[in-house]
Nanobody
């Protein structure tokens, strides 16, 4: 079955950096677009970044220029490099893939930006 496992979250000071990883299994990884979402309590999940199977990327306006999504098809892993972190980036970050119109999510990884 499809499984997504995120890692790399943690506590970082404003202006700092983190790199999130999402290891996928159960799919032909190179054939699918992969996304990162984030969610804060009592709010909807927000699309942060998406990378197509061909490597094209799109970003939410709030993270453009600070975050970079990338993929390693050989290791079935998608990354989110986050630079210039702000307290407003504090959230649980989730990896996502849509397969045959079904959404799959990882367990999430907490990112906290605070001094």
């Amino acid at each position: 079955q499809v499984q997504l496992v995120e890692s790399g979250g943690g506590l970082v000071q404003p202006g700092g950096s983190l790199r999130l990883s999402c290891a996928a299994s159960g799919i032909a990884f190179r054939d699918y677009a992969m996304s990162w979402y984030r969610q804060v309590p009592e709010d909807e999940r927000e699309l942060v970044a998406l990378i197509s199977s061909g490597g094209s990327s799109n970003y939410a306006y709030s993270v453009k220029g600070r975050f970079t999504i990338s993929r390693d098809n050989g290791n079935s892993t998608v990354y989110l490099q986050m630079n210039g972190l702000k307290p407003a980036d504090t959230a649980v970050y989730y990896c996502n893939v849509r397969v045959n119109d079904k959404e799959y999510w990882g367990q999430g990884t907490q990112v906290t930006v605070s001094s």
